[in-house]
């Protein structure tokens, strides 16, 4: 039916009918329009959120950095504190012994020409072996022997140090006129770990000891060296 055919009832109630629709979807928009709001709000959230984290993850891979440098640091302190503790007592080798830890002792001239000193003074590091007179160097490094030979005058007086069975230095007193001789003799020697030092006779030589301690082996580490 066209326009002009309605009463003036059915006009009122159409556009009342309009005015509910324009009314109902006015509420719609203003509900999605608060909705809009909302999702701006929270995509403000999000965005904030996301600055941060990037801001953190930042921050974890500067203190990842810092943490490879401390450890870097670390390693070469260790590193340091071992080469301090190799220098610095780590390694505290001393030995001093007499030939005599009982009554008179007249050794030589025998086969066995080895000196084995009984009586120890000290023995710092186990390096002297009380029973078979071998000191063995436990570290590489420099050190210092000493000996003292004492005896009297009916034999060759004196003994040798031998490293690794190859002689070295010695003391030596020819069988003279007067009663006793002592002679004594020292080196610095450089040694590698394990390396063996004794003290040997001369062929037909003899010396004497007894609690006075006149004849003496000593030793002891100067300082460790690195390979
Ligand atoms: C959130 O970030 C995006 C991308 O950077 C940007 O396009 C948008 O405008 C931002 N939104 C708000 C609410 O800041």
């Known amino acids: 039916r066209g326009f002009g055919q309605r009463g003036d009832g059915d006009t009122s109630e159409w556009l009342t009918a309009k005015e509910e629709l324009l009314k109902k979807l ?9 909705w809009q709001s909302d999702v701006e709000a ?3 959230r999000l965005n904030a959120t996301v600055d941060e984290l990037r801001g953190q993850k930042a921050e974890v891979e500067k203190l990842n950095k ?3 440098g401390l450890k870097t640091r670390l ?15 780590a390694h505290r ?15 030589g001239p025998c086969t066995d020409k080895t000196l084995i000193f009984k009586r120890i003074f000290s ?10 007179g071998v000191f063995t160097a436990p570290v590489d490094g420099l050190y210092y022997f000493s000996f003292n030979t ?24 020819f069988p003279s006129v007067d009663g006793s001789d002592s002679s004594s003799n020292s080196v610095v020697l450089q040694l590698a770990a394990g390396d063996k030092l004794h003290m040997e006779l001369w062929d037909d030589g003899r010396v004497f000891d007894n609690l006075n301690g006149h004849t003496t082996f000593s030793g002891f580490l100067v300082f460790p060296l690195s390979k």
């Open 26 to 34: 006015e509420d719609k928009l203003k509900y999605v329009e608060r």
């Open 42 to 44: 929270l995509e403000a």
């Open 66 to 68: 810092e943490n490879e």
């Open 75 to 89: 390693h070469a302190a260790e590193k340091e504190i071992d080469g301090l503790k190799r220098d610095s007592g």
């Open 93 to 107: 080798v001393a030995f001093s012994a007499s030939l005599s830890n009982f009554g008179e002792i007249y050794k």
């Open 123 to 132: 023995n710092v590091g186990d390096g002297y072996d009380e029973s078979t």
């Open 150 to 173: 004492y005896g009297y005058n009916t034999h060759v007086m004196g003994a040798m140090l031998f490293k690794n069975g190859i002689r070295q230095i010695s003391t030596y007193d």
